[in-house]
Every structure is written in structure tokens, then in C-alpha cells.
């Protein structure tokens, strides 16, 4: 049996340290840089600081945690703003492409956005090849990407997606088929099924107060 490895007190305050200031030099990166995968940004963040040894990277909910308090910090005043006119481009969005069933995931819809974040959507069709043809008679130029999702724990599936801009923004519609819409994938942040919204809901969140 492997002998169980106690770590001191001050070791632990040392990693807890450590974990913090990876985790705001993490969102820094993907704030100011529009790197958009975590694990890319961990490991640049501890390129950058010099950390060839640690015990553990910070996890993905600390490093969203930290952009949204660097969002308040030096983005107070016009996060705001942004996120209003984002939203206001979702719903007109999603109303084109309502024959799709669009679903609003992503930073746009939880508010933890950056001057990077693109507005993502979830589209129901089979063939996927609808989503292209649709946008072409909108002329709409767009890029055919893959989207690694995953429905099951451990289990990714790759999805067909487009990428397009409207409004100056960037749109990711991943496709997925339509027997598949009452399970949401499950979030990279926290394991958890993703957060969604229909356009009644988005257009509900934009109204209130």
C-alpha cells in the first residue's frame, strides 16, 4: 500500500497561494488575450510565472471565478453595456433561427463575458448541413469547426459547428441532432448539465430589472 502523503500546513497555504495567483495570471490570459480553453491558459499562466513544479493547476470554476472578478475590477463600467448589447444580438439571432430551436449557452447568457467571448448557441437539425445552407441564403459567410461536447461523463462526443460574425460579434452554433435536445451537455466549469435558455427565457433575462 502507497504511504499517504501529509502535506504541512505551511506547504498547504503555499499551494493555496499558488493556485490563486495562477488563477488570476489564467484570466488574465484569456481576458486580454481571447484565450479561450482553460487548460491552454493554466499552462501558459505557469510558463509564464515560472512554474516548472506545482502540485496542482487550479481547476476550471476557480479560473471563472477570477475572471469575473477581474471583469468587475477593470471592466466594471463597461461589462455591462456589452453584455446588453450581446444579449440583444442573441435574441435576434436566435429569432432567425428559431426553426432550429436555439438554445443560449455559454458566457452570454451566465454574464461572465470578456471583449473576447463569442455568443454561443445550441442548434437542433438533422442534417447539420441546414445550419450552413440557412445562413448562406442570409449571406452569411461562415467557418465549418468541430465542438467536442459531452453528453456523459467521461464520454466526449465532436459535434459539427459554425462559426460566423453578426453585429461584430462572434457566433459558435454548434448542431446537435434533435433526439439529443433534452440532455445538455454537461459544463467544462463544474461537471454540471450546462446552462440553457430558449429565446422567451433570454428575451425574459434581458427585460428584468
Known sequence: MRKKTVLKRSERTADDHLRIVLAQ???????????????????KAAEKLGLTRFRALPNNREIELA??????????????????????????????????QPLLVGSVLLGNITEHSAIELHLFSEPAENIGAHLLSRHIRYRSVSQHLKLRRDKPETFPAYRFETDSFEVLATVIPARQQMHAPLSPIDGKPMPRARLKEVQQLVAAP
Open 67 to 100: 475572471v469575473a472578478e477581474r471583469g468587475r475590477i477593470f471592466h466594471a463600467e463597461t461589462q455591462s453595456a456589452l453584455l446588453a448589447e450581446m444579449r440583444a444580438t442573441a435574441i435576434a439571432l436566435m429569432q432567425d433561427l428559431f426553426s432550429f
Open 25 to 43: 495570471e489564467a484570466a488574465r490570459l484569456i481576458c486580454d488575450h481571447g484565450i479561450t480553453d482553460y487548460l491552454s491558459a493554466k499552462r
